[in-house]
């Protein structure tokens, strides 16, 4: 029987990527985001490949996160749960950086994370069954300097990811991270405020990541048998060597 995956930030980017993936594949769908002309384009697109169901709330909050897993129909089985949704906000040195752009990466990257996981998980023990995959970074790994709250967020992941596994072992619930690297998506554009001259300038010079290397990787990690679970996975671009080594001279 085919496999049910949700996917939170599936609008864009990593998200949208594996969604693709993921239907071509005859994985079906329930995609999350928040820009409802994109979920509409999605279900349009993927819907005659696989069911594709979306949903449409903020993650950062509680409320409309768990009003949303509950307007799934009755039956609906979550197998797969790829904590996806999340951005940088601002790149500051840490007594410049904005309270604002500190909030949103905290109730997005970390809170979100726990809200929809929280509102999944239960499910996936009582059936004893269920994947999560947790979309983490290069930057849960190490810090780079004006990365500090950022790079804090997906420490956060590292370590969620660490206590899932060790929470949910005896649920036989497999749970993984993949931290990439730098990937060329919109992620810039929202860190740096829809300056795209200076989003554009992170990925020149050298070949990044594209979101759909990263979708390839999560949907191996996804159709590996039973026993085998990828606990943490780090992948970066050939040119990358740290978050501040990368040679544009390939
Ligand atoms: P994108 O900006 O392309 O995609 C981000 C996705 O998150 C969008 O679908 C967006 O949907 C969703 N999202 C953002 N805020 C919210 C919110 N408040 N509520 C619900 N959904 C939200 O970036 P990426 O695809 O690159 O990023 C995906 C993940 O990968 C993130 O966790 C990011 O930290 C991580 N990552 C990215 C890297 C990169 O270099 N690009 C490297 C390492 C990790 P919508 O706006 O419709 O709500
Ligand atoms: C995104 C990668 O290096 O921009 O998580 O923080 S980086």
Known sequence: MSKTALITGATSGIGKATAELFAANGINLILCGRRQERLDNLQSALGSKTNVLTLNFDIRDRSAVSEAIGSLPD???I????????????????DQGSLDDWDAMLDINVKGLLYIS???????VERK????????????KEVYPKGNVYCASKHAVDAINQGMRLDLNAHGIRVGAVNPGLVETEFSDVRFKGDTDRAENVYKGFQAL??????DIIHF???R???????DL??????QASSTIVNKNL
């Open 118 to 124: 929280k509102a999944i998980i239960p499910q996936m």
């Open 129 to 140: 069954n269920g994947h999560v995959i947790n979309i983490g970074s290069t930057a849960g």
């Open 79 to 94: 197998d797969i749960l790829i904590n996806n949704a999340g951005n940088a906000h601002g790149m500051d040195t840490i």
């Open 221 to 223: 990690v996804v159709t």
């Open 225 to 231: 048998p039973y026993h085998v679970n990828i606990a």
């Open 210 to 215: 594209r979101a759909e290397d990263i979708a």
């Open 234 to 239: 780090v992948v970066m671009c050939t040119a």
């Open 75 to 77: 039956n609906t089985e």
